[in-house]
Nanobody
Framework: QVQLVESGGGLVQAGGSLRLSCAAS????????MGWFRQAPGKEREFVAA????????YYADSVKGRFTISADNAKNTMYLQMNSLKPEDAAVYYC???????????????????WGQGTQVTVSS
């Protein structure tokens, strides 16, 4: 099993920045894909970004490209999401997820991921 714990959410003004963290523990997971998803009230959960543990491959939803940066720190077993130029539409609960597989074609699909964190709230005021 893999346990994931997110942190770093909060309230920020539009145009501001936040950095989310996802601490992973449990069985060895360095071959896993790691991803961030988000879910706003009344909306489906949507893909935000994904990374492999070496950090050599990253993927982003079009809506966050150029504003968000995903990274992973093997030594700390932690994944990050740096969010800049935040917009009100970025407000959501952000979830960290881990997959036992690396499948480029499926990184954006929530069903690809085997483990999920509890989520952290991001609120963006206009």
């Amino acid at each position: 099993q893999v346990q994931l714990v997110e942190s770093g959410g909060g309230l920020v003004q539009a145009g501001g920045s936040l950095r989310l963290s996802c601490a992973a523990s449990g069985r060895t997971f360095r071959t896993y894909a790691m991803g961030w998803f988000r879910q706003a009230p009344g909306k489906e959960r949507e893909f935000v970004a994904a990374v492999n543990w070496s950090g050599s491959s990253t993927y982003y939803a079009d809506s966050v490209k150029g504003r968000f940066t995903i990274s992973a720190d093997n030594a700390k077993n932690t994944m990050y999401l740096q969010m800049n130029s935040l917009k009100p539409e970025d407000a959501a609960v952000y979830y960290c997820a881990a997959s036992r597989y690396w499948s480029t074609a499926n990184l954006h699909i929530s069903g690809q991921y085997d483990y999920w964190g509890q989520g952290t709230q991001v609120t963006v005021s206009s």
